[in-house]
């Protein structure tokens, strides 16, 4: 079972260590301790409350779809040239990236400022783990 250190659990949450400090003492993580003495978090138990506490924006387009990775966020820059566009988004803590036309730019009213919500719809999602210590950097 994975275990991550106070400050890793706080990158990983986008919160200050002192955050995650206050919720082991409020009885919403458990803390444990490892073989080095340091204060650890069960991963297990981390991305349960990862879920739990997820700050959803609510989706202000008011359409049902059937994807269910809706990611809603402020854009944050806009490159077009005659045909296509490059449109990012901050959703959050993720950055967003999206390839379309620049006749959708403009019907949209893509521009930095803008409130939008990027909709994936993927077959296909790559997921990755970082590599065993002693295997970094060796090819798989």
Do not use: Y
Request: with cysteine; charged share 25%.
């Amino acid at each position: 079972m994975p275990h991550f250190r106070i400050s890793e659990a706080a990158r990983l949450l986008g919160v200050s260590d002192d955050t995650v400090r206050r919720w082991t003492r409020a009885g919403l993580l458990t803390e444990h301790t490892d073989s080095a003495g340091r204060k650890t978090l069960d991963g297990a138990e981390l991305a349960a409350f990862a879920r739990r506490e997820a700050d959803v924006s609510p989706d202000p387009t008011g359409v049902a779809r059937s994807a269910r990775n809706r990611f809603v966020g402020l854009v944050t820059e806009v490159v077009a040239d005659t045909v296509m566009a490059k449109v990012e988004l901050q959703c959050g803590p993720n950055r967003i990236v999206s390839l379309m036309s620049s006749e959708a730019v403009s019907e949209l009213g893509l521009e930095p400022g803008v409130l939008a919500v990027a909709v994936v719809k993927a077959t296909q999602v790559i997921v990755e783990t970082p590599a065993p210590a002693g295997d970094r950097g060796e090819s798989r």
